[in-house]
């Protein structure tokens, strides 16, 4: 297992943390690296959560959500929402939409999303929203996730 981890790795990607509004009206964050463009027509993308995450059931039935691509400033963000029973987001950290999704505040682009369709898949599930709204950040530079270190370009 360790192994084939080491190998997915080698695989660099970027980091987002994905928010929403828990059951008690708090924003709440989760940190993934498994966003993927799906579709452009219709407006597609697509996260995944392992299976014995411990906001399993919240993210899997959640309606609206948001993916937040970090910027190269934000890592303690990403360590914050990737630590279990630590997802909750600070007022000062996210910015509520029209549509009162919690956006991360300086992320390099936002997607506000519907949920589609959870597909289990192996020890994870899948996750597919449609886009609804998004926004972007040109003028910063991503934060990079390779061989279990944050990096920056």
């Known amino acids: 297992m360790k192994a084939l981890r080491n190998a997915f790795g080698q695989f660099a990607t970027g980091v987002c943390v994905v928010s929403a509004v828990n ?11 498994s966003f993927g ?11 995944s959560i392992q299976n014995s995450s411990d906001l399993f059931e919240f993210w899997t039935g959640t309606k609206k959500y948001a993916i937040n691509i970090l910027a190269s400033d934000q890592q303690a963000i990403s360590g914050q929402c990737a630590k279990p029973g630590q997802h909750g987001l600070q007022s000062d950290q996210v910015a509520m939409s ?10 390099l682009a936002s997607f506000e999303m519907t949920l589609e ?11 597919l929203g ?13 934060l990079v996730f390779h061989k279990g270190q944050y990096h920056t370009l």
């Open 130 to 142: 449609t886009i609804d709204k998004y926004q972007v950040n040109d003028a910063l530079s991503p």
């Open 37 to 47: 463009s799906v579709s452009l027509d219709p407006a597609l993308a697509l996260w």
């Open 98 to 107: 029209e549509d009162g999704i919690p956006l991360v505040i300086g992320a």
């Open 117 to 127: 369709q959870v597909v289990p898949a192996g020890d994870h599930h899948l996750i």
């Open 23 to 33: 059951t008690d009206g708090r924003a709440i964050g989760i940190t993934i690296n």
